[in-house]
């Protein structure tokens, strides 16, 4: 970019300027306060449009010459012109945006203020050089490099080329960790492009013998593997009779709980029988709780027996009149048909429990 004229009118000490620029390098100098700075910010600020003196927008009447109400700034240059107006910062170009270098151009500690992986990428943005891992990966490969060590590096550049190198430094030390333990030499780089392996001295009948310890020692794996597998066998098995025998005296344990209970529940099946039998003998009339069915053979009625719930054949007591209480009746008859069904599961677990203590035996 080649600026040919400068125009600031009351910017901060520029109070009247119009300079026309013909030469290719230009010096302007002047006592102190008398508006070079002013210039050179009015040039910055009129072709990036940020100012460096204040720090946000609502200080840009600070920029004004003192007494002032309004101040602007026009540079022209072989791109178009650049022109921005105080205080309220309108700033415009004729042309294309200046390139995004000219804030470093004009400030150069803005440069040396970066860090160091931001001033790389600007560079290699300057020079266009392009740094991703592809574009890397072909010029190691034009340089003559090692096709199989580009190939191991490459998928590391991607994540920059500090991790690439800490990787290639690891990979290089393991190497040479290596060398020395195959070779029992420290690593040289010379010394590794001609070193040779000393040929060890062969004899036939020592080969044999170690053939022979080879042989012996596969078939004592082998006899050692079987009789792991057959310890393991019989190890599973024990742990399963455990398990078994575990169960089946938590089981047998409980015989003598379950028959107390069976005694108890048919003392009291006895006694709402009884009940039951008492409230029938006064002529009341049987409510059937449980559900009959009609033979399709001979039309009798049926009904489940409440010991062992087969089919039996079911005659309605006569209904008459009488003082008996009906609903007492059916109350009777429901708590001994669910004392009948625990009768019944009773039996059933005290019959698992002694099948239980058979087996433990």
Not at 34 to 59: C, F, H, N, P, W
Not at 99 to 108: H, R, T
Not at 132 to 155: F, N, W, Y
Request: proline share 5%; with cysteine.
């Amino acid at each position: 970019m080649k600026i040919t004229a400068i125009q600031a009118k009351n910017f901060i000490g520029a109070v009247d300027v119009d300079i026309r620029l013909t030469r290719p390098v230009t010096l302007i100098c002047g006592r102190n306060h008398s508006g070079k700075s002013s210039i050179a910010e009015a040039v910055r600020m009129a072709l990036t449009g940020d100012a460096s003196r204040v720090s946000m927008k609502k200080d840009y009447p600070a920029l004004i010459t003192e007494g002032q109400t309004v101040g602007y700034v026009v540079v022209d240059h072989d791109r178009g012109r650049s022109a921005i107006t105080v205080p309220n910062g309108a700033h415009e170009h004729t042309d294309e945006r200046p390139p995004a270098i000219l804030p470093y151009v004009l400030d150069a500690q803005r440069f040396s203020s970066l860090p160091a992986n931001e001033r790389r990428t600007f560079l290699f943005g300057l020079m266009g050089l392009r740094t991703d891992g592809d574009a890397v990966t072909q010029r190691l490969l034009d340089k003559g490099c090692d096709h199989e060590m580009v190939k191991m590096i490459s998928p590391h550049l991607r994540a920059g080329f500090d991790a690439a190198h800490k990787e290639a430094q690891a990979k290089a030390r393991d190497n040479k960790a290596s060398w020395r333990t195959v070779t029992g030499e420290t690593y040289g780089s010379v010394k590794a492009s001609s070193w040779v392996a000393p040929k060890p001295g062969f004899n036939p009948e020592n080969l044999k013998a170690r053939r022979a310890e080879v042989d012996t020692l596969a078939q004592k794996i082998e006899d050692g593997v079987r009789q792991i597998g057959d310890m393991q066998g019989r190890a599973k098995a024990q742990a399963d009779q455990g398990a078994r025998l575990s169960g089946l005296r938590e089981s047998a344990g409980k015989f003598a709980r379950i028959e107390a209970k069976l005694r108890h529940d048919e003392s009291a099946l006895k006694e709402l029988q009884d009940k039951v039998d008492a409230e029938m003998s006064k002529g009341g009339k049987q409510l059937p709780t449980e559900p009959t069915y009609k033979c399709p053979a001979c039309s009798a009625l049926l009904r489940h027996d409440h010991a062992n719930g087969a089919l039996i054949e079911f005659t309605p007591p006569p209904v008459v009149d009488s003082p008996a209480d009906p609903g007492k009746l059916a109350e009777y008859q429901s708590a001994r048909d669910l004392l009948a069904r625990s009768v019944a599961n009773d039996k059933r677990d005290l019959a698992d429990a002694d099948a239980a203590a058979k087996a433990l035996a």
